[in-house]
């Protein structure tokens, strides 16, 4: 079983920055493709950044492009989301997921929600005008 606990949510102002971390527990870190989503106010669950097993293959929403970075620690079991140039609109409970059966590869990671099997209780992000 897998457990992931997602921490560094807050209120911020707009044009500031914030970082999340998801640490993960119960498998093997290192196997898994891992992704951050969002649920704004309101509104379903939406994909944000997604990283393969490798670490260098990223993918992101079009919305944060450019301004957000997902990156991985395999050796503390870790995925990290830095979040620049913040907007109100960014405003929403942020998840991780863990991609456990395995539907990523080395290379590849999905961007599905469907795709993700275990998931963090959320953190919430509000950003502020």
């Known amino acids: 079983q897998v457990q992931l606990v997602e921490s560094g949510g807050g209120l911020v102002q707009a044009g500031g920055s914030l970082s999340l971390s998801c640490a993960a527990s119960?498998?093997?870190?290192?196997?898994?493709?891992m992704g951050w989503f969002r649920q704004p106010p309101g509104k379903e669950r939406e994909f944000v950044a997604a990283?393969?097993?490798?670490?260098?293959?990223?993918y992101y929403a079009d919305s944060v492009k450019g301004r957000f970075a997902i990156s991985r620690d395999n050796a503390k079991d870790t995925v990290y989301l830095h979040m620049n140039s913040l907007k109100p609109e960014d405003t929403a409970v942020y998840y991780c997921?863990?991609?456990?059966?395995?539907?990523?590869?080395?290379?590849?990671?999905?961007?599905?929600?469907?795709?993700?099997?275990?998931w963090g209780q959320g953190t919430q992000v509000t950003v502020s005008s």
């Open positions: 119960g498998g093997t870190f290192s196997r898994y493709s």
């Open positions: 990283v393969a097993r490798s670490a260098d293959t990223t």
């Open positions: 997921a863990a991609d456990e059966k395995g539907r990523g590869s080395y290379y590849y990671a999905p961007v599905g929600p469907h795709e993700y099997d275990y």
